[in-house]
């Protein structure tokens, strides 16, 4: 067992470009969560998706963020025309029972200049 | 408006002293309580957790209290060793069968050899 596996570890862009962070989840399981994670804000809830299905995303910013799990093997969270405020590692977790425990990857630290 | 909301926001124990950190929520539905530490560079893992029809949870040398009426729990971390030093984050979700994890801001606790 992997684990959660994010990639890349590390992603630096421009401001204006598009940035996109993958996700897969450990196998098996059926809901994959996306949070962001800043030192002012802390652990924010992004989206989830269960069976592959989008459930809550209401922690995504309206805008320029959306996310996918085109198959069970993996999630997408793209963020277009990114800003400096963007900048944040995003973590992704997955679970086989709901909220009771998630399994986090490692993150992706995005940095946008 | 934090659901979730933790204390101190950094703490520093000496070897074998008895660290405590203090949490506390809003939402009277909430019902479970994990415990999540990270150390710096990978993502949260799962410490401890609590369900709200218990006070008491112990796991080696983890405790939790928790107290349905005041709405607050605390993490003892027994015989504090400096590879506990990490950032431990209290976080809640409910009613039962809620997907949903919601995070308090986190704990960073050093220890000191």
């Known amino acids: 067992n992997a684990g959660v596996i994010q990639t890349p570890r590390h992603k630096v862009t421009g401001k204006g470009q598009e940035a996109t962070l993958w996700c897969e989840p450990i196998s098996g399981h059926s809901a994959v969560f996306w949070y962001r994670q800043t030192i002012v804000q802390g652990l924010e809830f992004l989206t989830y998706f269960r069976n592959q299905a989008p459930i809550d995303d209401s922690g995504m910013p309206k805008e320029r963020f959306s996310a996918q799990m085109p198959n069970q093997s993996h999630s997408t969270l793209k963020i277009q025309s990114t800003q400096p405020q963007d900048s944040a590692v995003y973590l992704c977790a997955s679970s086989s029972r709901g909220a009771e425990t998630l399994y986090f990857g490692s993150g992706t630290r995005l940095t946008v200049l | 408006q934090q659901q979730v909301r933790q204390s101190p926001q950094s703490l520093t124990v000496w070897e074998g002293e008895t660290a405590i950190l203090n949490c506390s929520y809003e939402?009277?539905?909430?019902?479970?309580f994990p415990w999540y530490q990270q150390f710096p560079g990978e993502g949260p893992a799962l410490l401890i957790a609590?369900?709200?029809?218990?006070d008491k949870k112990e796991d080696g040398g983890f405790t939790i209290f928790f107290n349905k009426r005041e709405k607050n729990l605390s993490l003892h971390i027994k015989d504090s060793q400096p590879g506990d030093s990490a950032t431990y984050f209290c976080?809640?979700?409910?009613?039962?069968?809620?997907?949903?994890?919601?995070f308090g801001s986190g704990t960073q606790l050093t220890v000191m050899p």
């Open positions: 609590i369900r709200s029809v218990s």
């Open positions: 939402n009277s539905a909430f019902d479970y």
């Open positions: 976080a809640a979700s409910g009613p039962s069968g809620s997907w949903q994890l919601i």
